[in-house]
């Protein structure tokens, strides 16, 4: 489904992303651990371009995202992102957010789009939120409308850039359970993440990067409790 | 000798004349600053090297340049080099749009830089190409954020209008220079075309707080 070719990604001479290979198959549901300035959001930003790529290849489906060739906003409907800070627009109600992208790129119809985006708002449990602002929403709430704004285009694959770190603790939970249910859906998932018992909970596989290098990856079972490597242990023994 | 009163009533007419042909400079000029403004304000935030020196030279030139320069240079200097004559109305009409163009573009170049990248991530991880994250995401909210600069900018455009008496259009100010010329009353007239002004502008600030209120984003 996914695969990166020695990945690298430099901003100006601070190398972020040293060499990243690995392969994610469809429906997996891989989670990235690792400490701050890892790398992690960067890899899971390069997937979609949102960073440009310094040299590798990264392939999703049949398209070779890293191509000069690749239209890239058509790879992207195919690529949902969800991140740290929500990035709802403000000036659209919460039903407005999730038609946005259907209406202006699938050109889909007002009763089709609508029909579709209830769904999906009945899918995050805010139905009865649809014709909020993002601003009168909490914290937790605006993550679960950004998740079903992502799910309105259909994609095959959703990125999650740290989605729960913004949120309050109590808040935490719900979105988690959502992102829970996607992934019992089948949903192929790569999830940047400190939430280590979701990883150990709901991931196919975890990823364990450090200074931009991936150090280690396996099941959770592996990486968690048969550690191999000295970093993830020194890391683990500070987050657990 | 009449009454202060009866000469200013005597002068309404010409005046209420002069006001229209403001009004009408104003919202027409205005209307192709705001043209003019936000491609040049697209122009000043693209990504190529060449828009973007295209738009500062713009920029530069006019806040660089008096706009009655801008208006003798465009009604009197421009017919000589192109060798046709450009009519007074015509004249300040470009030469207030070019003006206040140039100050708007600024206006929007701000206002689309206030909205923060991640507006701009999350309408492009849609799928979004970056003319419909710019049409459908940022501008719809920088434009509400610019509705007081926007006013601001209308109000001092709406006083320069004035300027255009120097080249004989008989707007507002050029009106009571006529009047007054005949008439030597230059205290009641000059009054009552401030007061002409200060109406115009009182109406539009309150006007533009009412559209603030009912687009602010909740």
């Known amino acids: ?240 | 000798m009449d009454s202060s009163w009866q000469v200013i009533l005597d002068a309404l007419p010409l005046l209420l004349e002069g006001t229209v042909v403001t009004l009408k400079i104003v919202v027409i000029s205005l209307m192709f600053a705001m043209v003019i403004g936000l491609i040049s304000g697209l122009m000043s935030t693209s990504l190529n090297r060449l828009l973007r020196l295209v738009a500062s030279l713009y920029v530069d030139i006019i806040r660089g340049t008096p706009l009655l320069v801008q208006v003798y240079f465009i009604y009197f200097g421009l017919p000589v080099f192109l060798d046709m004559r450009i009519p007074a109305m015509t004249a300040g009409i470009i030469a207030v749009s070019l003006n206040a163009g140039a100050y708007i573009s600024e206006i929007f170049r701000a206002g689309i830089e206030s909205i923060g990248k991640g507006q701009h991530e999350a309408a492009r991880s849609l799928g979004l190409s970056r003319f419909k994250t710019m049409w459908l995401v940022v501008l719809p909210q920088a434009t509400r954020r610019m509705i007081p600069t926007f006013v601001n900018q209308f109000i001092i455009t709406i006083k320069d209008t004035s300027l255009l008496s120097a080249i004989g259009i008989a707007e507002l100010t050029q009106s009571g220079e006529i009047i007054v010329s005949a008439n030597f009353r230059a205290f009641e007239i000059w009054g009552t075309v401030g007061v002409f002004y200060l109406i115009i502008i009182v109406l539009l600030s309150r006007a533009s707080r009412f559209i603030e209120r009912r687009y602010a984003i909740r």
């Open chain 1, 1 to 240: 489904m996914i695969t990166v070719e020695n990945l690298r990604k430099q901003f100006g001479a601070n190398e972020v992303l040293k060499d990243i290979s690995t392969t994610i198959r469809e429906q997996e549901v891989v989670c990235v651990i690792g400490p701050s300035g890892s790398g992690k959001s960067t890899f899971l930003r390069c997937l979609n371009l949102l960073e440009e790529v310094t040299s590798g290849k990264v392939i999703i489906g049949e398209v070779e995202v890293t191509s000069p060739k690749t239209n890239i906003d058509e790879l992207r409907t195919n690529v949902g992102m969800v991140f740290q800070q929500f990035n709802l627009f403000p000036h659209l109600t919460v039903l407005e957010n999730i038609m946005l992208a259907p209406k202006h790129i699938r050109k889909l119809s007002k009763t089709d789009n609508e029909k579709k985006a209830l769904e999906l708002l009945g899918k995050v449990g805010l139905s009865q939120k649809k014709d909020a602002y993002p601003e009168q929403l909490s914290g937790g709430q605006q993550q679960r409308v950004a998740i079903a704004r992502a799910l309105a285009m259909n994609p095959s694959v959703m990125l999650f850039d740290e989605p729960t770190s913004a949120l309050d603790p109590e808040m935490v939970g719900e979105v988690l359970q959502v992102m829970k249910n996607l992934a019992h859906e089948g949903i192929t998932m790569i999830v940047v993440t400190h939430e280590m018992g979701f990883a150990r909970e709901v991931a196919d596989r975890v990823i364990f990067m450090d200074g931009g290098y991936i150090v280690e990856e396996g099941t959770p079972e592996d990486l968690f409790q048969n550690t191999r490597h000295e970093r993830t242990k020194a890391f683990l023994g500070k987050v657990l």
